[in-house]
């Protein structure tokens, strides 16, 4: 996550995150948390009783890896390295549905303003943005979205619950 990243939900952006995704360049300083690498938090999951705890998970992360710690992870990123990597979508997805995880749940990476409205759907919360586009946008409350969906997702569509495309054959049919 670059420094110059700022933290975005639904409320607007956070003001003091204290998360951080070490790098050669980037260190953790006073008061900040660390993101761990998968292998790295189930290592020291494995050697201490600590809560708290945060992790990255990358492309290739097997997320089922995490479900005897998910009651000890204060938050879960997943990466986005690229815009046409969409991998992170099904990670979010594992962990919401299959594995019921309830805490924060990050987008970081390459996240452009195109992709939040369905990171949303899929149960992020969270969303580390460093596109200069998508931070304004944001700042504007201005999300781009389609009002209908045809699959069923963490989120409810604004129509209600269930299966859209139940609802718009029922409204077809009605007219």
């Known amino acids: 996550m670059a420094t110059d990243a700022k933290i975005w939900r639904e409320s607007g952006f956070v003001d003091s995150d204290p998360w951080v995704i070490e790098t050669d360049e980037v260190k953790a ?3 900040q948390k660390v993101l761990l690498p998968l292998d790295a938090l189930i290592a020291r999951a494995e050697e201490s009783n600590d809560v708290g705890l945060g992790v990255v998970l990358y492309p ?3 997320v089922t890896k995490l479900e005897p710690y998910l009651s000890r992870l204060e938050i879960v990123a997943v990466t986005f390295p690229a815009f046409s990597d969409g991998r992170a979508f099904s990670q979010a997805s594992l962990l ?3 594995l019921a995880y309830r ?4 987008a970081v990476g390459d996240v452009l303003i195109d992709q939040v409205p369905l990171m949303l759907r899929v149960g992020i919360d969270t969303v580390s ?3 200069a586009t ?3 946008r944001l700042s504007e409350g201005r999300l781009p979205g389609i009002s209908e969906h045809y699959q069923p997702a ?3 569509a ?3 619950q269930g299966y859209s495309w139940r609802r718009r054959a029922l409204t077809a049919e009605q007219a």
């Open 134 to 136: 998508a931070i304004r």
């Open 29 to 31: 300083g006073e008061g």
């Open 154 to 156: 963490v989120k409810a």
């Open 60 to 62: 290739a992360d097997d």
């Open 96 to 98: 919401r549905d299959r």
């Open 129 to 131: 943005v460093t596109n």
């Open 158 to 160: 604004e129509a209600g």
């Open 103 to 106: 805490n924060e749940l990050r």
